[in-house]
């Protein structure tokens, strides 16, 4: 599976952004596209994830900003962010989870690069 992560830039404070993450390769074994976000010298925190099925669940620090959806046909995901703080400042990453049947269940994390997003106060 390769991702590719883009749509991260500078806005200011309050405004919005939506990131995209395009899904390439054996989609067929992915069971949940993930968000995360890392500042540098700290570790990478979980934002957002979407689940095959379409359930989805968020950092409680995104809750009610944060909204993450897909179109299975284009093979992609977005993550939009509305409200946008300082805090939110970070490098942006997706993930694809995978299961897939070999000889066992082989699971699996494939990432994208990441994506800068740069929310000026």
């Known amino acids: 599976v390769q991702l590719q992560a883009s749509g991260g830039g500078l806005v200011q404070a309050g405004a919005s952004l939506r990131l995209s993450c395009a899904a390439s390769?054996?989609?067929?074994?992915?069971?949940?596209i993930e968000w995360y976000r890392q500042i540098p010298g700290k570790q990478r925190e979980l934002v957002a994830t979407?689940?095959?099925?379409?359930?989805?669940n968020f950092a409680d620090s995104v809750k009610g900003r944060f909204a993450v959806s897909r179109d299975i046909a284009k093979n992609t995901v977005w993550l939009q962010m509305n409200s946008l703080t300082f805090e939110d400042t970070a490098v942006y990453y997706c993930?694809?989870?995978?299961?897939?049947?070999?000889?066992?269940?082989?699971?699996?994390?494939?990432w994208g690069q990441g994506t800068l997003v740069t929310v000026s106060s």
């Open positions: 390769g054996r989609i067929s074994s992915i069971r949940a």
């Open positions: 979407i689940a095959s099925n379409g359930n989805t």
């Open positions: 993930a694809a989870d995978t299961l897939v049947l070999g000889d066992t269940w082989e699971a699996a994390r494939y």
